[in-house]
């Protein structure tokens, strides 16, 4: 029975539910009037259920799929205006017990090299990244007790925040690791982690069990479950997250609303961010094995729509895609995007890397052309990490940004922490482009006084002081 306040996995992702969502959303792909109506309810800036987002995401009528292009571009602007949050992943280690059979980490591939990093070989990688110029980090590491502990996971966690190369710093470590227990939760939290990020990668239980025949994860219900585990362990902002082409997309679109709408029922604040990443090609994994592939046009029209139903909800494009398709999905409502990233475990210290790529990378750029690329978009790259060092968390966070206060804090933040990454990291071009942009958007801030002190913070960033914020 479908009820999003239950905590077991099969009540608040109800296969049932699903497919009734689906047949509606199927029978109304061409009812104007209910698209309409919906649309304007979207308008309101309050989101949508997982079944009205459903209808909008089957709509077949193209003046209203341009008017929910269109929303999803307004929408993105009121929340996150131009900023777009930047990050890199750091693989820990390629060890797993799990049987995943779209990964080539999983347990029965005997050929890839299998790595995991010493603590001396993690702070190589992080001087690397700081020396690219990121402050913000999302740890991977295959689920391996032996390998893999929790022990070794806040281990990592304490040398990363402790590297400070030259004027760099990690200030906030995301964490994606496998589903596991309160305490280890509430470990993690303790840690000092950002956002716990998990994918669900498919919500349809029985394609589940298929795709993951062997290890812990096999368990659906522990996997699904885990978010209300970390929330009891005190971690406030959960990370959700499909592989896109694992199952039919109309039904992830509708699971994943319906996970945000449990954490929302249940906890009172929804998932922190939705990724959207799509199988890729890996050592030994092609994609076209998989049956559910998506083009690009529904990929797009998926985060529009995601956009629309959780319009306070951050949401992830990786490295996974192309420059065009992540040109694209900026315009839609992403808000944070990887860059210059590595996908193999020691892939930034290490020239002569052996491939263990967890999946082939579209785009190679470096950061600093990534960073020019969103300059010259008339985006503004943000290397912010203000909020959870702030406490701005959960519920908090969610007041602030569904009201659009945090607003107040995101554009100061993004434009002294680009300040620091141009001093510090960018070429000559980059430089010239970003502090155009600085002064440009500067004006734009409507508070006085914090227009002044952000002005004044970026005279003493040019004068070496760093890590200003608001
Ligand atoms: S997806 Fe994660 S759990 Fe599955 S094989 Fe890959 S690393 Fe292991
Ligand atoms: S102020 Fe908070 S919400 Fe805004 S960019 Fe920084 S960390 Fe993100």
Redesign the pocket.
Known sequence: MYDPRSMAADDFIDDGEIRETLEWASANKDNRALIESILDKAELRKGLSHREASVLLECTIPDLNERIYKLANEIKNDFYGN?I?MFAPLYLSNYCVNGCVYCPYHAKNKHIPRRKLTQGEIAAEVEALQDIGHKRLAIEAGEDPVNNPIEYILESIKTIYSVKHRNGAIRRVNVNIAATTVENYRALKEAGIGTYILFQETYNKESYLKLHPTGPKHDYDYHTEAMDRAMEGGIDDVGLGVLFGLELYRYEFAGILMHAEHLEAVHGVGPHTISVPRVKRADDINPDDFDNGIDDETFLKIIACIRIAVPYTGMIISTRESKSVRERALHLGISQISGGSKTSVGGYAEDEEEDTSQFEVSDQRPLDEVVRWLIDMGYTP?F????YREG?TGDRFMALCKSQQ?QN??LP??LMTLKEYLIDYASPETKEKGDAMIAREIETIPNDKVREIVRERIGLIEKGERDFRF
């Open positions: 900023r949050v943000s912010c990490t203000a909020c701005r945090i804090c995101c933040n993004a």
